[in-house]
Structures are given as C-alpha cells and as structure tokens.
T-cell receptor, first 113, second 113 residues
Framework: EAGVAQSPRYKIIEKRQSVAFWCNPI?????LYWYQQILGQGPKLLIQFQNNGVVDDSQLPKDRFSAERLKGVDSTLKIQPAKLEDSAVYLC???????????FGSGTQLSVL | GNSVTQMEGPVTLSEEAFLTINCTYTATGYPSLFWYVQYPGEGLQLLLK?????DKGSNKGFEATYRKETTSFHLEKGSVQVSDSAVYFC????????????FGTGTRLLVSP
C-alpha cells in the first residue's frame, strides 16, 4: 500500500517568510497528526485531526502556525511568519484510529535562516 | 504530564554485540509503550509495542518488556547487525480517547562491521 506522502522534502527560507507543507495520508486513515522534530529531540505533537475536525492543538503556536484538513483527507501546515527556532523536521502521520499503529511520512526538513 | 526518558547516544557497537537501550517513563495510569525506529532518510516505523504490564513486545530480533514496577521499557537485541544502524525512539500513548504519542529524544545506534 502507498505510504504517507509529504512534500516538499526540503525547504529553506529566511525568517519572517511564510512556508507551507503538504501531507497526503494513507487512504482510509481517519486520524492525521503533525509532529515537529527539532534536531536532537523527539517528535512533538503539534496538531491531531479526526477526519476534518481538530482533536488536539494544545501545542500548536497559533500565533504563527495553522493547519487544515479539508474534506478529511490531505492536510496542510503553514507557518507565517517563520522564526529561526522553527527549523526542524515536520512529520505527518496517520492511522485508522483507535489503538492502531501510526504510519509516518519521511518528513519535510525546514531550515530558517 | 506524561514523559519518556531515553539514554543518550550515540551507542557504538560492533556487529554481533549485545544491545541495550534504556527507556523509562512517567505517566498517570498504565500507558501503552512503543519503540519506533528511524532509518536514514526514512520516516519513523513501529518496531514493537506492549500494552500492559509484563507484556513483551518483539520484532526482528528486538525485544522489550513492560516493567510497571520500574516504569521501564528497555530495548534489547542479542546480536546486532550493520543494518540495525538507525535512531530508536521510545514512546508512550495514554489511554484517553484518541491515540497520542509522547516520544523520548531518541538514541542513535551505530553498528560497525
């Protein structure tokens, strides 16, 4: 089966610019997650969707980060404006739901200069 | 809140050596415990899991036992291979509602021939 697709693979921007990441989960997966993985740290949950509704966005910096999952399928994560500390790998994951295992994409590596 | 602590890396071993990567957790109740692996250039993959005390998860020669009394979930393998070189993440998931993973910082394993 096709895995979780993410794009772009790499992105380099200057601080205060905007950037967007895209994720296409595995077909049929109702739950979608965005994680932020800063170098040397474990992934940290930013936002969790169930279909097209937000389940948890308690750790999303809402003054600059936004995410949507229209039609309950693919999702975009946006940062506007970016800060140096946003440099990280942004991981998307999906699952059917409940206690099923998560499937992760390869991530988007963001460098903010 | 819930948290996971892993031993720092890198862990450097010769092929066929015995591997232990320590993981301890702090959580309310009895979470599910996981080991995820990230090979170079790839997304995180579930390696093994355990859902209750004294459960042993195993996969590809790796094992970990859920120890409630010591709040630990140490990863072990009897004989590592060069192909096991990767970053290993310990994680927990609480039992409330939708699955939400909390990760440790990861431990890099380097296996030389």
């Amino acid at each position: 089966e096709a895995g979780v697709a993410q794009s772009p693979r790499y992105k380099i921007i200057e601080k205060r610019q905007s950037v967007a990441f895209w994720c296409n989960p595995i077909s049929g997966h109702a739950t979608l997650y965005w994680y932020q993985q800063i170098l040397g740290q474990g992934p940290k949950l930013l936002i969790q969707f169930q279909n097209n509704g937000v389940v948890d966005d308690s750790q999303l910096p809402k003054d600059r980060f936004s995410a949507e999952r229209l039609k309950g399928v693919d999702s975009t994560l946006k940062i506007q404006p970016a800060k140096l500390e946003d440099s990280a790998v942004y991981l998307c994951a999906s699952t059917f739901g409940g206690r099923e295992k998560l499937f992760f994409g390869s991530g988007t590596q963001l460098s903010v200069l | 809140g819930n948290s996971v602590t892993q031993m720092e890396g890198p862990v450097t071993l010769s092929e066929e050596a015995f591997l232990t990567i320590n993981c301890t957790y702090t959580a309310t109740g009895y979470p599910s415990l996981f080991w995820y692996v990230q090979y170079p250039g790839e997304g995180l993959q579930l390696l093994l899991k355990a859902t209750k005390a004294d459960d042993k998860g195993s996969n590809k020669g790796f094992e970990a036992t859920y120890r409630k009394e010591t709040t630990s979930f140490h990863l072990e393998k009897g004989s590592v291979q060069v192909s096991d070189s990767a970053v290993y993440f310990c994680a927990l998931s609480d039992l409330t509602g939708f699955q939400k993973l909390v990760f440790g910082t990861g431990t890099r394993l380097l296996v030389s021939p």
